[in-house]
């Protein structure tokens, strides 16, 4: 099964704290549409929250909340705490140093992600009764299949490596780039490359075909970082075998 899948079973497998009908679940308004399906798949209200505007991750979770998924936004970890379940959406993190696991963490193995294994995903937690109930479901709904798995073998053994190059990539860009990027406060994978830029859509029309770039919608408008960091958004390439010095070279030369 894929990351989505994980994340809409880790749901169901937590029992949520209710305090306001024990169905509303926060999520970060600058995330991928997956924390979104997870909700509603399991009949869930989400609650949008605004990001923190330099590491592009929620910091806080409103009392209302009956769980949180939290996002390591591209990788970059964040630890919230809260007194109600915490399912870490980590689909880019494998290759981060990371402390908290929350309740259940889930990770991807989508072949954009720094473990490809074409599509799949991995899910852990230090519940027990949450495990047994995450079973129950992984064998009457989704399975990893055999083949995914020796692919997704294969490339964690080259995941060291992979996060090594991949932030080689993110530092030369940011030292020879003029524009901002993600703040590191913990650790990150290095999974997605983004920077900010005044004039985005400027910038993009002018290095479109020389450099394969793309923006980043926000799950839900009206929150001021979110909103910001969607309309100047550029998600740069950063998979290991790209030439950042020639991706580098286009940009500057078409400012």
Known sequence: GSCTVWLILALRAVKLRRRYGGNIVAIPAFSWISDLHAVTQNGYRPLFLDVDIETWNITEVPYVADAVIPVHW??????????????????HSLGA???????VSVFSLHATKNVPACEGGVIVTNDREVSRRIVELRDRISRLSEVHAAIALTYLEKLPETVRRKREIFEYYRTHLPFKFQR???????????ILCEDRDDVLKRIEGKVDTRGYNPLAKGFRNSDYLSSH?????SYPDV??????KWIKRKL
């Not at 590191?184 to 983004?194: A, I, K, N, Q, R």
């Open 74 to 91: 591209g990788g970059n970890v964040c630890e919230v705490k809260a007194d109600v379940p915490v399912i870490y959406d980590m689909a």
């Open 97 to 103: 140093s990371i402390r908290d696991y929350g309740t």
């Open 184 to 194: 590191v406060d913990l650790s990150h994978s290095y999974s997605m490359c983004g």
């Open 233 to 237: 958004i550029i998600i740069l390439p």
């Open 243 to 248: 030439n950042e010095k020639a991706v580098v």
